[in-house]
């Protein structure tokens, strides 16, 4: 089992940046691949970008390709999403999720474990 804790959200101008952090508790941190999935209001909840195990595969949602930027340290137990050139469009509450099997998913079913979400608001 894994726990995940977000952080890094916040009030950002558009054309601004923001990196969130995901810090996974348990030493199986590299046995999982992590997703990074939003959610805004009156919406369903939608996939942003997908890392495996090793940090050497990445997928993005078209929405966000080539602003953001997924990684992670399995040394520090923590996945990354670096986030630039924000629009006022990518407001919403960002849930990074562990998934015990190894490959892509853009699905949120099939995680397996989420975090409590960290709040990203873009100002136009």
């Known amino acids: 089992q894994v726990q995940l804790v977000e952080s890094g959200g916040g009030l950002v101008q558009a054309g601004g940046s923001l990196r969130l952090s995901c810090a996974a508790s348990?030493?199986?941190?590299?046995?999982?691949?992590m997703g990074w999935f939003r959610q805004a209001p009156g919406k369903e909840r939608e996939f942003v970008a997908f890392?495996?195990?090793?940090?050497?595969?990445?997928y993005y949602a078209d929405s966000v390709k080539g602003r953001f930027t997924i990684s992670r340290d399995n040394a520090k137990n923590t996945a990354y999403l670096q986030m630039n050139s924000l629009k006022p469009e990518d407001t919403a509450v960002y849930y990074c999720?562990?998934?015990?099997?190894?490959?892509?998913?853009?699905?949120?079913?099939?995680?397996?474990?989420w975090g409590q979400g960290t709040q990203v608001t873009v100002s136009s």
């Open positions: 890392i495996n195990r090793s940090g050497g595969s990445t």
């Open positions: 999720a562990a998934r015990s099997l190894g490959y892509y998913s853009g699905s949120y079913s099939s995680y397996d474990y």
């Open positions: 348990g030493r199986t941190f590299s046995t999982y691949s």
